[in-house]
């Protein structure tokens, strides 16, 4: 199963293709069902509309259209892999906020030339009715989507500790700590290749002894050999061809490279001496704790709403933080310890979560808010401002690394969660062409 052929296209949403199989979908008199997915089904003018939706991208790329069979197959595909994301978004209760919501489709109506949502609104129900519901339906289900993959799919990453020190020991994460080197670039040139080895690893073992490139380069110079040389000064890593960074990463200070062969000569590097930015990251901590309610299967969005309303009333009325944190809060972690996340840093907690934080005063208790995980409510018990200068660098590690691998758990996530779906497939020739494609 080809998970990936057209993902890229058909998860975009483009205006025009939308409102175009919008308006085809209000024309269809009849509908049919032509897949099930767990609890949701997919209809005949969901399908139509995906192809619409890819035909139209694919030709606004100037890109071949395939075969209506084969394009068919990747758009139910891609349908219900969509579809399986959207029951797991239900089940865990995950919804866009409206701020998220609206920010994302009024981006959208100002690439079209609409200021407003309101004008947008207008514009699009002009051309097809329901148009601007249709489309601000689907940037929902996008923005949880979103949040779905990336709630499930970075727990599955798993970064070392060991991995994080190999990254800031490479010459990107040295770069990306503001590392700089003073170094001694030496290059020696000829068209006598082996004359040139020779001098290189003269140039090689004075450098051992000698940091003066000047001296060096008129000593070993001679009439067919050429000995360039200079004294960088300190340079960021980030400014150094990559090739030759990776060299000067491993070395300590006062070592040489071994000779580096490229098209333009030989090069030999010395670092003199390395530094880093001496900028501290002090960071506003917040010592606080919080009580989870959570829907679930048997506890409703609306009924967590009513319980955490309810705990935060007899919290503000006096009843013990600590004990209702213990006894209702579907935080096992925490809860043990009575509702207590220790000192919380920026950028650890979900966005959400950390606004209330950064604006509740020491000793009050936030009122009920929603995040992906549920309701809360939390408390801020104390401050400070601490150096986190070594935690910062590896969360910023740990999250290129992450970045780099999400994309390639998404596919297999993805792939999991299509393989354990219940899917049936209604028109037996389609059924037929999915089949040949797992």
């Known amino acids: 199963m080809k998970?990936?052929?057209?993902?890229?296209?058909?998860?975009?949403?483009?205006?025009?293709?939308?409102?175009?199989?919008?308006?085809?979908?209000?024309?269809?008199?009849?509908?049919?069902?032509?897949?099930?997915?767990?609890?949701?089904?997919?209809?005949?003018?969901?399908?139509?509309?995906?192809?619409?939706?890819?035909?139209?991208?694919?030709?606004?790329?100037?890109?071949?259209?395939?075969?209506?069979?084969?394009?068919?197959?990747?758009?139910?595909?891609?349908?219900?892999?969509?579809?399986?994301?959207?029951?797991?978004?239900?089940?865990?209760?995950?919804?866009?906020?409206?701020?998220?919501?609206?920010?994302?489709?009024?981006k959208i109506a100002n690439q079209s030339g609409a200021n407003t949502l309101e004008a947008f609104q207008q514009k699009l129900d002009a051309i097809a009715p329901g148009t601007y519901e249709n489309l601000r339906n689907r940037i929902a289900?996008?923005?949880?989507?979103?949040?779905?993959?990336?709630?499930?799919?970075m727990s599955r990453i798993k970064i070392s500790d060991h991995d994080v020190e190999n990254f800031l020991n490479s010459p990107e994460g040295q770069a990306a700590l503001g590392t700089q080197v003073h170094v001694i670039h030496m290059r020696v040139s000829g068209e006598n290749s082996a004359d040139v080895q020779r001098i290189a690893q003269e140039v090689k073992l004075s450098l051992t002894?000698?940091?003066?490139?000047?001296?060096?380069?008129?000593?070993?110079?001679?009439?067919?050999?050429?000995?360039?040389?200079?004294?960088?000064?300190?340079?960021?890593?980030?400014?150094?061809?990559?090739?030759?960074?990776?060299?000067?990463?491993?070395?300590?200070?006062?070592?040489?490279?071994?000779l580096i062969n490229v098209r333009d000569g030989t090069h030999v590097l010395k670092l003199i001496e390395r530094k880093q930015d001496d900028q501290k990251a002090l960071v506003s901590q917040y010592q606080t704790r919080h009580i989870l309610i959570q829907p679930s299967e048997v506890v409703s969005l609306d009924r967590a709403k009513q319980m955490i309303d309810s705990l935060y009333n007899r919290a503000k009325a006096g009843d013990d933080f600590a004990t209702l944190a213990a006894t209702y809060s579907n935080d096992t972690g925490s809860a043990r310890d009575g509702g207590s996340l220790g000192w919380v840093s920026p950028g650890v907690m979900v966005p959400e979560f950390e606004q209330v934080m950064k604006e509740t005063p020491v000793g009050q208790i936030s009122k009920p808010f929603q995040s992906q995980f549920g309701w809360h409510i939390l408390q801020v018990t104390d401050t400070r401002q601490?150096?986190?200068?070594?935690?910062?660098?590896?969360?910023?590690?740990?999250?290129?690394?992450?970045?780099?691998?999400?994309?390639?758990?998404?596919?297999?996530?993805?792939?999991?969660?299509?393989?354990?779906?219940?899917?049936?497939?209604?028109?037996?020739?389609?059924?037929?062409?999915?089949?040949?494609?797992?």
């Open 3 to 106: 998970i990936k052929s057209f993902q890229h296209i058909f998860k975009a949403t483009v205006l025009a293709a939308l409102i175009s199989s919008s308006m085809q979908s209000f024309a269809q008199p009849t509908d049919e069902v032509v897949a099930i997915v767990d609890s949701s089904v997919i209809l005949k003018s969901d399908l139509e509309q995906g192809i619409a939706e890819t035909e139209h991208q694919l030709k606004a790329q100037n890109k071949t259209v395939p075969p209506q069979q084969y394009l068919q197959m990747q758009v139910l595909d891609q349908l219900i892999i969509r579809q399986a994301q959207l029951e797991q978004v239900k089940r865990f209760g995950i919804k866009a906020d409206e701020k998220s919501l609206n920010a994302a489709v009024l």
């Open 141 to 153: 289900e996008d923005l949880a989507i979103g949040r779905l993959r990336q709630q499930q799919v």
């Open 209 to 258: 002894n000698n940091d003066d490139a000047k001296a060096i380069s008129s000593k070993l110079s001679t009439s067919t050999i050429k000995v360039d040389g200079a004294d960088m000064g300190f340079r960021s890593l980030s400014e150094i061809p990559s090739e030759l960074a990776a060299r000067i990463t491993p070395l300590k200070v006062g070592q040489t490279t071994e």
């Open 386 to 438: 601490q150096d986190m200068t070594k935690e910062v660098q590896e969360r910023m590690a740990r999250q290129v690394l992450g970045e780099r691998l999400f994309d390639t758990e998404v596919d297999s996530w993805m792939r999991e969660l299509r393989a354990n779906a219940y899917v049936e497939i209604k028109d037996t020739s389609l059924d037929s062409k999915v089949t040949q494609q797992k």
